[in-house]
């Protein structure tokens, strides 16, 4: 970094503490809106306990755990990307991140399943079949008839908060893949130009410095061999928020993700575990 | 350029994979106690095991851990706020 840009980058402002503030102030919204639905939950399964039990004997619990182990691994590998950044090893890094995406595409394949076979079975909010369903249970003695709608009531709550976690992976990964393209920038040629024509360069040679006058590189001496020299530059540029003296961007986008994590800790038992 | 603040705190991979490990230990004991018939106490053991899980998230991955004072004081004014919610709303849904 010359002398020039240094003194740039004194006068470019960041607030790396402001941006991490603003992202959990965020979350803190999101765990409110997510607070909300889990109170529903919450007085819902108190006035209908039984027919919470007969939903929840409809959700696959080993689909449920592989999902949650899917998930958790992925939070491991959000924050070792981090670390990689922190540490500078930027293809450690993208490689952590890219899996971490892998994770959350492979939770909503499960997801897509999972929705898709209750959906053939008729079961969804609003469904006749699903409350016919619902009538038979209470004919068999499944259910007692004052706990018929807690049946109901389980099914729209689970898919509504679980597609509503849902999307929140899906903006997940749309983020990390932002971050992803940013890291991948391949290097660009900034210069080319061909400045020893002359024949008063014989003798010499061509050397690279960085800004302390340490040698990175020299060339051979020119004799008259060298009809003519061609100097490209090839430099990474470091991507804005993604290297190691600020990586507030990876951060927050994982500040994120660890929340869908948070989330879906809490959804797994209160659905998949209650029967 | 005091950009730095965040930085001296680097934890380890271990570390990361040490809570990682923890997480799915957990995730495998909330399985197991959901199979055993305890009542009442299978939603409380489910739950206390969740808010355990989330702390580990919170404090490692999230790195609560490591920020200063006024993101845990933000975050328990969030958790204060969540309980006089669910405090005030079964007030209301018991006594009816």
Redo the contacts between chains.
């Keep these: 970094m010359s002398a020039h840009a240094a003194e740039l980058?004194?006068h470019e402002h960041?607030?790396?503490?402001g941006a991490?503030?603003g992202m959990?102030?965020f979350l803190?919204t999101e765990?409110?809106l997510f607070?909300g639905l889990f109170?529903l939950y919450?007085?819902y399964r108190?006035?209908y306990p039984q027919g919470f039990h007969q939903g929840g004997l409809h959700l696959d619990?080993f689909l449920g755990?592989i999902n949650?182990?899917i998930l958790?691994?992925s939070?491991?590998t959000?924050?070792?990307s981090i670390?990689a950044i922190?540490?500078g090893q930027k293809g450690l890094a993208i490689f952590f991140l890219s899996f971490t995406i892998l994770c959350g595409a492979t939770f909503m394949v499960n997801k897509y399943f999972e929705w898709s076979k209750k959906i053939h079975h008729k079961i969804y909010p609003g469904s006749e079949a699903l409350a016919k369903y619902v009538d038979n249970m209470v004919e068999e003695g499944k259910v007692p008839p004052q706990q018929k709608s807690g049946v109901l009531l389980f099914f729209s709550l689970y898919y509504l908060m679980t597609g509503l976690h849902g999307l929140h992976v899906l903006v997940g990964m749309i983020a990390m893949a932002f971050i992803l393209r940013k890291l991948l920038k391949q290097p660009f040629v900034h210069h080319r130009w061909n400045p020893f024509q002359k024949q008063e360069l014989q003798g010499c040679r061509l050397v690279l410095e960085d800004p302390n006058g340490q040698t990175i590189w020299k060339s051979e001496t020119f004799d008259e061999t060298v009809k003519h020299v061609d100097v490209e530059f090839q430099y990474y540029p470091a991507p804005k928020h993604v290297h190691p003296?600020?990586y507030v961007a990876l951060?927050n986008t994982?500040?994120y993700w660890?929340l869908v994590?948070?989330i879906w800790?809490?959804l797994?038992?209160?659905f998949y575990?209650?029967s | 350029?005091e950009?730095?603040?965040?930085?001296q705190h680097?934890?380890?991979?271990g570390t990361?994979?040490t809570?990682?490990l923890s997480?799915?230990i957990l995730?495998g004991l909330?399985?197991a106690v959901?199979g055993v018939h305890l009542g009442k106490y299978?939603?409380f053991i489910?739950?206390l095991?969740?808010a355990f899980?989330?702390s580990l998230?919170?404090l490692?991955?999230?790195?609560l851990r490591y920020?200063?004072r006024?993101?845990h004081a933000?975050?328990l004014v969030?958790l204060f706020?969540?309980t006089v919610?669910?405090a005030l709303?079964y007030v209301d849904?018991l006594a009816r």
């Excluded at chain 1, 960041?14 to 503490?17: E, M």
């Design positions: 980058a004194v960041k607030d790396y503490t991490k503030i959990w102030m803190f765990v409110l607070g109170l919450a007085v108190a006035e619990v755990a949650t182990i958790l691994t939070s491991l959000m924050a070792l670390a922190q540490r003296d600020d951060e994982g500040l660890h994590d948070l800790i809490f797994f038992p209160l575990l209650i | 350029m950009h730095h603040d965040n930085q680097l934890i380890s991979y990361y994979i809570v990682w997480l799915l995730t909330t399985v959901a299978n939603v489910a739950l095991v969740a899980k989330s998230v919170l490692y991955f999230m790195h920020e200063n006024l993101f933000m975050f969030v706020t969540i919610i669910v709303t849904t």
